[in-house]
């Protein structure tokens, strides 16, 4: 089994930066992509930024240039660093990892507010 604990969530002004951290526990040898979605009221949770096991990285065309995503493979850990928030950014944000199948995190609130 595996588990994921997120944080780093929280409310910031608009061009703010937050930085999310998701770590990963239990039954792993190693992990293939690891990612972020977010989803927010009344929409289709989507994908926003992962990251392959060699570094190779895909962003949401709504992220590029603001959002970097990065991992730590010996620490199970993936983050996403967040910057020029908007108040469109504002979502729960979702970890997913690969381990033989699909793991997702508990979600992590970022509102964008003033």
């Known amino acids: 089994q595996v588990q994921l604990v997120e944080s780093g969530g929280g409310l910031v002004q608009p061009g703010g930066s937050l930085r999310l951290s998701c770590a990963a526990s239990g039954s792993i040898i190693s992990i293939n992509d690891m990612g972020w979605y977010r989803q927010a009221p009344g929409n289709q949770r989507e994908l926003v930024a992962r990251?392959?096991?060699?570094?190779?990285?895909e962003y949401a065309d709504s992220v590029k240039g603001r959002f970097t995503i990065s991992r730590d493979n010996a620490k199970n850990t993936v983050h996403l660093q967040m910057n020029s928030l908007k108040p469109d950014d504002t979502a729960v944000y979702y970890c997913?990892?690969?381990?033989?199948?699909?793991?997702w995190g508990q979600g992590t609130q970022v509102t964008v507010s003033s």
């Open positions: 990251i392959t096991s060699g570094g190779r990285t």
């Open positions: 997913n990892i690969w381990v033989g199948r699909y793991y």
